[in-house]
């Protein structure tokens, strides 16, 4: 057994006799895991009388087939989800450097407060008079949002940071119409997450690209040369996505705003100056904030999430309903798109309801928990975290932009691969192999073989030294050509590399019974 | 601060790495006039877990959860009960507290998941394929009338007036961006007249079944006058468990069906968060928007799972994906999956065959009730009485005796004066008899 130079044992599990399977295909505590579907026999998880309905109310359109599901009792269906959760990484079980994604600590006092009977089982068209609680919730974390960005008003039913994009997007879209002018274009850095420009196309607008510089900020240049008539908004995040804050953010809203359009920022990285700069200040007029992200509300295997948007003055009066006023009862709901409160001109709904309230309660869990001076110090552990990073492996591996400060994550290219046959993917998937979750890869877009490492504010310094060496090692076998670690890598995942093409090509999308099978054949 | 590990010599050291001073040195892009000082945010200081779960528990306990009092809300939010298992399975870390999985090496649990979600989804609503969720059903609706401008280049759909008004209003804020929204008529109890509607230009109809009156539709004849005309049908269902009853929108001809699982697995949770559930025919494949989880292999040969088709998406395509989606319903597919896959075939007909006979038993004591009339011939666990005054003020009446009595049509169709004395009720396995006994009672003494 060989050791590393922390003492722990480093060696790669070779204790099994070399070209002998084991009997179960098993390999001690990784299990394989067949599909619900295949393990199904006929067995129930539930016990319910068996009711008939021979005199039924259905107007003839009673299922005549039967559905096709599996049946187990509840051991077995315990047991497979606990053997499928076992072949996932998390953030509960090591270190998870997404860029972008903000993988910190969930509180798990989260999960409890949004569990509580009276926000967990409370129905959403339940009368007004039996939800006070839950609204004054949403009061006091829209106070939270609004005065944590110095913005005035916030519409809070987005579902996630896309939807609230979209939202920021059509408050925009109403403002110009109410203006009588029309206004197509919508101006993106090309260092953007993609769902800027989705979002942009999704709500009709025409997107134009605006290059970065050599050193990772926008061209503001390039940007004000583009403003004119038919430009409705910019859209821009800040810090960007190469971890840079824009500096001239203040004089492009300025520009922006000078040529009759609209500063949207994606506030996908709001995490990194929350408690210490208001984007109000900055000129912004619509800004989405990921609760998933900033406020620690769970990423569940890819959701749900929750995209408020915080709104300027001028985009206010179209948010979208429902609205929240306080009346002589209390607080009361406004769901009438066509009897809005004075002043109000809402641009329609995003979607049925009042928006996520599981994740507003663990947002405002995480807010009063935190306090301002949590959250402050959050982002500063963030941004300190990062650059430690930065600092601790820019000998070794190559940072584009420079010496820094960034903000909340450091950025890498690939470079100091340059004739090593290594690749960014290669190189991420070797950490697999030494535990860790890759980093962002090949994003941002405007530099090449992108290696992108958010650490949060939630790793220890021995866990981010650990992580540090790690990486060190890599980049320096790498740059050695000690590449046999690197090909073909994971070697010690639950699964080596996929077939990403041939899943593509043909795609298999659900599970097809044997039976059918032999039907096609036939 | 009790989630942050970081300790000020910690922090000094790290410092002394990074060559900074202090940590103001590492925000110096941000422009001075910028940063914020502490005292300008007029915002409480961290507290403890007991302080913070004091102040939740207080602001909780002024809400009537669905469990304390009898309880008839429906409308596209149900009351089920969810075996233990579900929420005790979702919250293992490795689910609860992972990303999307972008890594397939070391996500195949939750991969595997998604591919057993799809395949439940398909065969529920009787479709081909399904993707790995929306957000709920609202926004599934509204994605499923992009894809059908889409596939069938025009713009118009037309809206059952038995569409849930917040699916429509949702529809109509997106999807009318790119052609004229037809609204069918509301009549609560029977169904409007569709086919008169459709014409050439016509992308999709769009008919929720069980409707928002809890009204069974029969979507043949609609498929059959939408595709005469080359538009799609898109099926509505706000309550999945009544396809362990109900004929599936695919067996009818559906193209695509937009659903809302909340039902199954989740809570109600005061509207979010949901899961949306899209399924539609093979041949739509490459217009469907968000993601989808197919099978392949790996270097081994061995089984696994990814994410596929991301030439559809937003991170690859940009301005020209089929959605802006990215973060979807993750765990709230989970505990959809986890919860059919207790229910099972067998568990999931009864549980459908208990509801309908609830909601029967209930529609037969309001019945007897003078001046209440029940409109829906034809439901699945859902159906509109007519009240002789405006229900609204009647359920406000009736939360203040301690009973949740149901939705009244007009907070759903605030400006439609025909539907003012109409209560939209919900009967589930989760009521008893004496649920049913207490809102006759109290019904009866304020009419």
Not at chain 1, 41 to 51: C, E, N
Not at chain 1, 164 to 172: D, K, R, T, V
Not at chain 1, 276 to 302: E, Q
Not at chain 1, 363 to 390: F, K, P
């Amino acid at each position: 057994m060989t050791m590393n130079n922390q003492g722990r044992p480093s060696g790669a599990g070779e204790a099994f006799p070399a070209g002998i399977a084991t009997i179960s295909g098993d390999r001690g505590l990784d299990h394989e895991e067949p599909l619900i579907f295949e393990l199904g026999h006929g067995a129930s998880g539930v016990d319910f009388p068996d009711v008939k309905v021979a005199d039924d109310r259905l107007g003839g359109m009673r299922r005549k087939d039967r559905i096709g599901l599996p049946g187990l009792s509840e051991p077995e269906v315990v047991r497979h989800y606990v053997r499928l959760s076992r072949m996932n990484y998390a953030i509960d079980s090591g270190l998870y450097p997404l860029g972008s994604c903000t993988m910190k600590h969930n509180p798990r006092l989260n999960e409890k407060m949004a569990r509580l009977p009276g926000f967990g089982d409370l129905h959403p068209l339940a009368p007004q008079s039996a939800t006070q609680g839950a609204l004054e919730l949403i009061s006091q974390l829209m106070n939270w949002l609004t005065t944590l960005t110095g913005m005035p008003a916030v519409a809070m039913s987005p579902k996630a940071g896309a939807h609230g994009e979209l939202c920021g997007l059509l408050a925009i879209r109403a403002a110009i119409a109410s203006r009588g002018e029309t206004r197509k274009r919508i101006l993106v850095p090309e260092s953007a997450h993609g769902t800027n420009p989705a979002t942009a196309a999704f709500a009709g607008f025409t997107v134009d690209e605006v290059p970065a510089k050599p050193n990772g900020h926008v061209d503001a240049e390039a940007l004000k040369a583009k403003l004119g008539p038919d430009v409705a908004a910019i859209m821009l995040t800040n810090p960007n996505t190469c971890g840079l804050f824009e500096g001239e953010v203040k004089e492009i809203a300025d520009a922006v705003h000078a040529a009759g359009a609209y500063f949207y920022c994606d506030g996908a990285n709001f995490n990194a100056i929350a408690g210490k700069v208001r984007p109000g200040d900055l000129g912004v007029d619509a800004m989405h904030i990921n609760l998933h992200k900033t406020f620690s509300t769970p990423h569940g295997g890819g959701g749900p999430g929750a995209g408020p948007v915080v709104l300027s003055e001028r985009l206010a009066p179209f948010a979208p309903i429902p609205l929240l006023v306080v009346d002589g009862k209390g607080l009361r709901l406004i769901e009438d798109v066509k009897a809005p409160p004075q002043g109000a001109k809402p641009f329609g709904r995003m979607c049925a309801f009042h928006g996520q309230m599981g994740m507003f309660v663990r947002a405002l869990t995480y807010m009063l928990s935190h306090g301002r001076d949590g959250v402050r110090q959050a982002s500063e552990d963030a941004v300190l975290s990062a650059n430690y990073i930065l600092a601790s492996l820019k000998d070794v591996m190559s940072a584009p932009f420079g010496e820094g400060p960034c903000m909340h994550e450091a950025l890498f290219d690939d470079s100091f691969l340059e004739g090593t046959g290594v690749t960014t993917l290669d190189f991420a998937k070797a950490m697999i192999d030494e535990g860790y979750h890759p980093m962002t890869m090949y994003f941002p877009l405007v530099v090449h073989g992108a290696m992108l490492i958010e650490p949060t504010e939630s790793e220890s310094k021995a866990s981010l030294d650990c992580f540090i060496h790690v990486l060190h090692t890599l980049a320096t076998e790498a740059r050695a050509k000690q590449t046999e670690r690197f090909a073909g890598a994971p070697h010690l995942a639950p699964r080596r590399r996929l077939d990403e093409t041939a899943a593509a090509r043909k795609p298999v999308l659900r599970y097809k019974p044997p039976q059918s099978f032999k039907e096609a054949a036939e | 601060m009790r989630y942050l590990p970081l300790t000020p010599d910690d922090r000094r050291a790290m410092l002394a790495r990074i060559g900074a001073p202090d940590l103001d040195a590492l925000f110096r892009d941000v422009p001075k006039a910028a940063l914020a000082p502490l005292t300008a945010f007029d915002l409480p200081d961290t507290q403890g877990e007991m302080e913070v779960e004091r102040t939740l528990s207080k602001l909780a306990s002024r809400n009537v959860a669905a469990g304390a009092a009898p309880f008839f809300c429906g409308a596209g939010a149900y009351k089920h009960h969810v075996p233990s298992a579900v929420d005790h399975l979702i919250q293992r870390s490795e689910f609860l507290t992972s990303y999307t999985p972008y890594q397939p090496e070391i996500a195949q649990g939750t991969l595997q998941y998604l591919f057993e979600f799809q395949s439940q989804v398909a065969l529920l609503t009787g479709m081909e394929v399904a993707n790995a969720s929306l957000y709920d059903g609202s926004t599934a609706t509204a994605e499923a009338v992009l894809m059908a401008q889409r596939i069938t280049k025009r713009g118009k759909a037309i809206l059952s007036g038995g569409l849930h008004p917040h699916y429509a209003e949702t529809v109509e804020t997106v999807a009318g961006l790119f052609g004229p929204m037809v609204r069918g008529a509301v009549t609560p109890g029977t169904a409007e007249d569709l086919a008169a509607l459709i014409d050439e230009e016509t992308a999709c109809v769009v008919v929720q079944s069980p409707d928002v009156f809890g009204l069974i539709r029969n979507l043949k004849p609609i498929a059959e006058a939408a595709h005469a005309k080359g538009a799609l049908l898109i099926a509505v269902v706000t309550e999945v468990v009544s396809l362990g009853l109900l004929e599936p929108p695919g067996a009818q001809g559906a193209d695509i069906v937009a659903a809302e699982g909340q039902s199954v697995g989740n809570g109600l949770n005061f509207g979010g968060p949901y899961v949306g559930l899209f399924a539609t025919r093979e041949k739509f494949l490459r217009q469907m928007p968000g993601r989808l989880c197919g099978e392949t292999v790996d270097a081994e040969g061995r089984r696994g799972y990814v994410l596929t088709l991301s030439t559809r998406e937003q991170h690859i395509r940009r301005e020209k994906a089929t959605s802006n989606i990215c973060t979807n319903s993750g765990l709230c597919t989970l505990a959809f999956t986890i919860h059919l896959s207790l229910l099972g075939e067998e568990g999931l007909t009864r549980l459908a065959r208990i509801n309908h006979a609830k909601a029967r038993a209930l529609a037969d004591r309001l019945a007897t009730l003078p001046g209440v009339k029940v409109l829906t011939p034809a439901f699945f666990n859902e159906f509109t009485i007519e009240l002789p005054r405006p229900a609204a003020p009647l359920v406000e009446a009736l939360a203040s005796k301690g009973v949740i009595a149901g939705v009244p049509a007009s907070r759903l169709l605030p400006h439609d004066k025909s539907v003012q004395n109409l209560l939209i009720l919900a009967a589930t396995e989760t009521n008893t008899d004496d649920d049913f006994a207490a809102l006759t009672a109290a019904l009866k003494e304020i009419l």
